[in-house]
C-alpha cells in the first residue's frame, strides 16, 4: 500500500457511536419541540377553513332563499349542498369538512341548518367563529350552525328578530338594552309595562324637543313639577312668578247668599275676598242702625262652618240691596 493510501485511510473515518447517539438526540427534542406547534397549525387552519366553509354555505343558502323563497334540497334540505352547487350559489364546498367529517344540511319552515363534526377542543372556537353556532353534541364534537328566513332569523333563537314571525319572543328583549352611545332613530311610541318608569340623563341636561317647536301634553294629562325655569324670562323660576293662593273661582252672591268653602290640599288654608256690586257714602253715626244702608254700606263674609255667610247691605232700602248682585272670589292660600 502507498502512501497516499495511508493518509486517506487516517483521516477518513466514520462517526463514532457517541456521536451519533447526541446527534440523534438533538434531532429528537427538536422534533418534539416543534411538532406541537406544527400540529397546532394545522388545527388552527383547519377550524379557520371549515368556518369559511360553513360561512359560505349559510351565505348561498341566504340567497338562494331570497330569489326563490324556498330552502334549497327538498322537503328537510338533506341535498341543500348539491342543489347550491349545480345552480352555481355555491362553489369549492363539499359536504365533507376539512376534518374529514360528513357536513349534512336540514331545515324546517323558518330555518337552516348546517351539521357537522370538529375536533376536541375547536368545536367551540367554531362557535366563536361562526354566528348562530351551537355544540349540539359534546360528546361527538358536533356543532350547528342556523340561520333563519332572511330578515328574521328565528333561528338564532337567543337574538331578536327584525319582523314578526308568529312568535312574540322572538321580538321580546329580556335583557338590559346597552346601545354603547348610539342614537335609536325611526322610532314609534315607547310604551312603559313598569309603573313609574324613569327617563334620566346620566349627565348633563335631558333635552325634549320637537320638530314643530312645540312639545305637548296631550288633554287629560298631567304635568306634576317641582319647578319650571323660563329662559324667556331670564330664566325666572315660575316658582318665583307664581303667586302665594291658586284661585278657584268667582262666584255671584246675594246679601244672605252661603258659599261654600273649598277643599285645599297640600296644606292650604281657603280663603275668601268679596267684590261689592256698589260703593257710596259714608257711615253717619247719629242716623242710628237702621239707616245703615241709607248712608253708608257693610260687605263682608261671615265664616260659619264650611260655608262663608254673604252680607252685602249698601245704600238705599233694603228692596234696592236685596237685590244687588255681587262677586265673591274664591282661594285657596298657601304660606310657603
Not at 497516499?4 to 485511510?9: D, E
Not at 341543500?80 to 369549492?92: D, F, K, M, P, Q
Not at 353534541?137 to 333563537?157: C, D, Y
Request: net charge positive; hydrophobic share 40%.
Amino acid at each position: 500500500m502507498d502512501k497516499t493510501m495511508k493518509y486517506a485511510s487516517a483521516h477518513e473515518r466514520g462517526f463514532t457511536l457517541v456521536e451519533l447517539v447526541v446527534a440523534m438526540a438533538v434531532m429528537a427534542l427538536m422534533a418534539a419541540l416543534l411538532t406541537p406547534n406544527f400540529m397546532e397549525e394545522i388545527n388552527q387552519r383547519r377550524a379557520n377553513l371549515t368556518a369559511q366553509d360553513t360561512q359560505s354555505i349559510l351565505d348561498a343558502v341566504r340567497s338562494y332563499r331570497s330569489n326563490t323563497g324556498s330552502w334549497p334540497g327538498g322537503a328537510g334540505c338533506t341535498t341543500a349542498i348539491s342543489v347550491l352547487t349545480t345552480a352555481n350559489y355555491l362553489r369549492g364546498v363539499t359536504a365533507t369538512n376539512r376534518y374529514n367529517q360528513a357536513v349534512t344540511t336540514t331545515c324546517t319552515a323558518n330555518t337552516f341548518s348546517v351539521v357537522q363534526r370538529a375536533l376536541p377542543n375547536w368545536d367551540g372556537y367554531l362557535v366563536n367563529s361562526l354566528p348562530g353556532t351551537t355544540i349540539t353534541n359534546a360528546g361527538s364534537n358536533q356543532i350547528t350552525s342556523s340561520v333563519g328566513v332572511p330578515g328574521s332569523e328565528p333561528a338564532l333563537s337567543a337574538k331578536l328578530s327584525r319582523v314578526a314571525t308568529g312568535n312574540i319572543e322572538d321580538n321580546r328583549m329580556r335583557t338590559t338594552l346597552y346601545m354603547g352611545n348610539q342614537q335609536i332613530t325611526e322610532a314609534g311610541n315607547l310604551t312603559f309595562s313598569t309603573a313609574n318608569p324613569v327617563i334620566r340623563a346620566n349627565s348633563g341636561n335631558l333635552n325634549l324637543s320637537a320638530a314643530s317647536g312645540n312639545v305637548v301634553i296631550p288633554a287629560g294629562q298631567v304635568l306634576h313639577v317641582d319647578d319650571i325655569v323660563v329662559r324667556s324670562r331670564g330664566s325666572r323660576r315660575l316658582s318665583a312668578s307664581l303667586p302665594n293662593f291658586v284661585h278657584v273661582g268667582t262666584y255671584i252672591v246675594r246679601h244672605g247668599w252661603y258659599v261654600r268653602k273649598p277643599t285645599c290640599a297640600a296644606g292650604g288654608v281657603a280663603k275668601a275676598a268679596m267684590r261689592p256690586g256698589a260703593m257710596r257714602g259714608g257711615f253717619t253715626q247719629g242716623a242710628g242702625a237702621t239707616y245703615i244702608g241709607r248712608y253708608g254700606f257693610n260687605y263682608r263674609l261671615s265664616s260659619s262652618g264650611s260655608y262663608w255667610v254673604v252680607t252685602a247691605i249698601a245704600e238705599g232700602y233694603a228692596a234696592d240691596y236685596a237685590n244687588l248682585d255681587s262677586l265673591v272670589d274664591v282661594f285657596c292660600y298657601y304660606s310657603t
